[in-house]
């Protein structure tokens, strides 16, 4: 007989210190849940696979987790040395070219006015059920996106597609989840 050791994957750390951090922080949330993900938010709980935590002024990374992805963008006070024990990093373009200038290929930015970000849209209409519908467009993506009932802004869709390509979710299942969601 073998004894096996289980083996326990620490939960992945994904702090967002960014406008609407809380509304941002569940739809965040709800897609991990629609990709199969156990997500919890601000507080860990058992077989959880990330938590999505919202800044705070004491912040500290909990106990066996991984510093996986911070989404920020100048609107919360989130220092250097904060942003630097995470993996994957995320930000408005903007505020990216404001702090750090225009060589900074270790962040993942997002904008809704600049093509030059790794995540933005272009091509926006509305079909014919009154849907919000773009092109998302960035390094390696082009995308079609449906936006039932106007649930999300182009903003948040944005944010959130950004925040969880650093992380490593592929953009079919993030994009999966705003053509699937309806006002509920």
């Not at 938010?41 to 990330?50: K, L």
């Not at 995320?90 to 070219?97: G, K, N, Q, V």
């Amino acid at each position: 007989m073998t004894n096996r050791i289980k083996t326990v994957q620490n939960p992945k750390l994904i702090l967002v210190a960014c406008k609407n951090s809380e509304r941002i922080s569940g739809i965040i949330s709800d897609i991990l849940n629609f990709c199969c993900y156990n997500t919890c938010i601000d507080n860990f709980s058992e077989n959880t696979d990330f938590i999505i935590k919202n800044h705070s002024e004491n912040f500290t990374i909990p106990k066996d987790t991984i510093a996986c992805t911070v989404i920020f963008d100048g609107t919360l006070d989130l220092s250097d040395s904060v942003i630097l024990k995470f993996r994957n990093k995320a930000t408005s373009y903007e505020y990216c070219l404001k702090k750090y200038g225009e060589d900074v290929r270790t962040i993942l930015t997002y904008s809704s006015e600049n093509y030059d970000a790794d995540v933005t849209y272009r091509n926006k209409s509305t079909d014919s059920d009154g849907a919000a519908v773009f092109d998302i467009i960035g390094t390696g993506i082009l995308s079609r996106v449906h936006l039932k009932n106007s649930v999300f802004s182009i903003d948040e869709v944005l944010v959130c597609t950004a925040a969880l390509i650093a992380t490593g979710i592929p953009i079919a299942s993030i994009l999966g989840y705003f053509n699937a969601s309806e006002e509920k």
